[in-house]
């Protein structure tokens, strides 16, 4: 039987409602359903995988010690790694109220490959106005032997006077340290049974006034086994017991445990590896915040099944969970590409949000099976199971339901032949359901299906939508637009095609996005029916589909002209106040078209000419569309035969100015004449 772990795993962890952790001092007050909402959703694909989303809210569950949890993961696929992206933070409840004293703040950087990881870090660790603790750190771990080694420079900064010593009693207990060094090493090997090594260094002091500081240097070795050991051992160390009580949180114990077994089993493996990553941990005040980045390479998805696999036999021990770590082995493969998960525990309510999961080399039909047994053992009322048909650019995957005899559970929504929806409650039909391979008309991958149903003006509207987005509210009908709010799918490209019906929609079809940039769909008729199909980027958010008549206008610069004059022609096209950037406008002169203009991104077009022929000219601009043609009012300009060329005016001009000359230098000859005949 072939069962997908993650999936049933999510479903046994919303029952849970009363185990605890045994040999912990950390234990779960019992959790409740009654009031929990959400949906549990599987999408089919043509290649026979099954997307998993969970969306679980108001689950009532309290944990002892810890007041608040949040936690997001979330993964990008790249050309040749995934990228993981962690944000965490976990608040402690009153009880560990102490933490309030110290702050902690470190950051790790990892580079690694296939067998080895190397890695540098640094830690700082104080309480106010008594200690400060820094240290600097570079290491390697091997996977192969599970063999790690860790060299520090260590510094203590004491304020002595705070804790009642003076000069001379620091100076005695410096005089102890070498001793204390010693015992940390002794200590260190029987609580890792002999597996760790740490050689600590006591290297020199300065004796201030109201503090003492004091420098160290370690080399900390051994196995992945004895460190282990170490951290269960629940040892006490010399000095340090303060500080670290503060963080011993029971709630590590457990995600100590299940760190170690997915570290122990990814070093066995060996079938991906992180090539960088980048930890940044700041504590205090009772909060703790975890953030990082990690780039791995290699075959993620096989190295996140068998992790999972790994950790499942921790799971064994854990009264109540039996049957989970018996589901988690059965050999399904998990796709993590696209992961986006987190967790939110406030006030004693539990939300969870999955999506961005794909079960591989599943058996559906075995997989409702199992739903449908599960249904029955937790039933939830305010819960409904959601199944999905989806498609790639050639193939649709639709679902049927066929006749239900009566006393069985029906689903109480069927939309079309794209989903079926089922309160989570005895869903015995759910194994009924017929799944198909149809030819894809759309042409959308990865699509989903929305049905919305309107009244308008006293009619009925059904609207279809297919669409590769998401849509995070119900779309808005008004008489001349449709509004959609979308979320992308974060893919190469986002699509809808969109049915409107056809007593609904007049004028020409235009797709705005924030209510400043033009879109043009394709415009399909169907009987009874438009069918408008969009691409466009993932970043769109808010999309509008107007529908109407284009605001179109025409002008020319002058009424009269020469032949050979230029004549210039603009005007604008646009609809709700939006040019109609890139479509072209057809310039017509006598009924004769000698243009095609391009509408820029304002929708303003301009283009000029020259006549050629005297005369009456009629001029006016068209602009067709799906279908659909509109023209300008026309204009009439007069071309004259003939014109003062400027060639001419500038000749004129010479000639006015030579004769001029001429006449004024004849009148001074007139005049100096009768002077010149003297001689």
Not at 75 to 96: F, G, H, P, Q, V
Not at 625 to 633: A, F, H, M
Request: include cysteine; charge should be neutral; proline fraction near 4%.
């Amino acid at each position: 039987m072939n069962i997908p772990r993650l999936l049933v795993v999510l479903l046994i962890l919303l029952y849970a409602s009363y185990p605890h952790i045994s040999g912990s001092p950390y234990h779960y007050i019992p959790s409740s359903l009654e009031h929990t909402v959400g949906n549990l959703t599987l999408r089919f694909y043509p290649d026979e995988t099954i997307g998993v989303r969970l969306r679980a809210e108001g689950i009532r569950l309290e944990v002892e010690g810890l007041s608040g949890l949040r936690l997001r993961i979330r993964s990008e696929a790249k050309e040749d790694y995934y990228r993981y992206i962690l944000n965490a933070s976990l608040l402690s409840s009153k009880t560990y109220e102490d933490t309030a004293n110290y702050s902690f703040n470190s950051n790790w950087i990892f580079e690694g490959g296939r067998d080895e990881v190397r890695f540098s870090f640094d830690i700082s660790i104080s309480r106010i106005n008594r200690v400060n603790i820094t240290s600097t750190s570079i290491g390697r771990y091997v996977k192969v032997t599970r063999f790690f080694e860790n060299l520090s420079n260590i510094t203590v900064s004491l304020s002595y006077t705070s804790i009642g010593f003076n000069q001379t009693m620091v100076e005695g207990f410096i005089r102890i340290l070498p001793a204390v060094a010693n015992l940390y090493e002794a200590l260190i090997s029987v609580s890792s049974r002999g597996e760790l090594s740490l050689k600590l260094r006591f290297e020199r002091y300065n004796i201030e006034a109201d503090r003492c500081i004091l420098h160290f240097s370690s080399r900390f070795s051994g196995s992945l086994t004895g460190f282990r050991r170490l951290l269960e051992s629940g040892r006490e160390f010399p000095l340090l017991g303060d500080i670290l009580e503060t963080y011993k949180l029971p709630v590590w114990g457990i995600i100590s445990r299940l760190c170690f077994d997915a570290i122990d089993r990814a070093s066995e493996l060996r079938c991906a590896w992180m090539r960088r990553g980048v930890i940044h941990y700041r504590g205090g005040d009772g909060l703790i915040d975890v953030s990082g980045i990690f780039e791995v390479s290699g075959d993620v998805d096989r190295h996140i099944t068998e992790i999972l696999w790994a950790v499942s036999d921790s799971i064994e021990d854990i009264q109540g969970y039996h049957i989970l770590a018996e589901i988690l082995k059965y050999p399904t493969k998990i796709s993590v590409r696209d992961l986006d998960t987190s967790l939110k525990l406030e006030n004693g309510s539990l939300n969870i949000y999955v999506s961005g999961v794909k079960l591989i080399d599943v058996d559906a039909y075995n997989l409702l099976r199992m739903l449908s047994y599960l249904s029955r053992r937790i039933p939830m009322s305010g819960f409904t199971l959601s199944l999905e048909g989806s498609s790639n650019t050639t193939t649709v995957v639709e679902l049927s339901m066929p006749n239900i005899p009566e006393g069985i559970g029906k689903p109480m929504k069927i939309e079309g032949r794209h989903r079926i929806v089922w309160v989570f409650d005895n869903i015995e039909s759910i194994d009924k359901v017929e799944l198909h391979r149809v030819r894809n008309l759309v042409g959308i991958s990865d699509l989903t299906y929305y049905e919305y149903r309107y009244q308008f003006d006293g009619k009925l509207y059904v609207l279809k939508i297919y669409t590769n987005s998401t849509l995070i509210a119900d779309p808005i009908l008004l008489s001349s637009s449709l509004k959609l709010t979308v979320r992308s799918s974060m893919g190469c490209n986002e699509a809808f095609n969109i049915s409107i019906p056809d007593n609904l929609l007049d004028g020409i079809v235009a797709c705005i996005s924030n209510n400043s940039m033009y879109m043009k769909p394709i415009v399909s008729k169907c009987p009874g029916e438009y069918w408008i199909y969009l691409s466009y980027p993932p970043s769109m958010r808010y999309l509008e589909i107007v529908w109407g008549e284009p605001e179109f206008r025409m002008d020319v610069d002058r009424g009269e002209v020469a032949i050979d004059d230029e004549v210039k022609v603009m005007g604008m096209l646009y609809i709700r106040g939006v040019g109609l950037k890139g479509e072209k406008v057809t310039l017509i002169v006598d009924g004769e078209p000698i243009a095609e203009i391009p509408v820029a991104d304002d929708g303003a077009f301009t283009y000029s000419f020259k006549p050629v022929k005297a005369g009456v000219m009629d001029l006016w601009v068209r602009y067709s569309s799906q279908g659909l043609t509109y023209e300008t009012e026309k204009i009439r300009i007069t071309v004259s035969e003939y014109r003062f060329p400027s060639t001419i005016a500038i000749a004129t001009a010479i000639a006015t100015v030579s004769l001029t000359a001429i006449f004024i230098l004849h009148k001074r000859r007139l005049f100096y004449l009768p002077f010149l005949k003297r001689f």
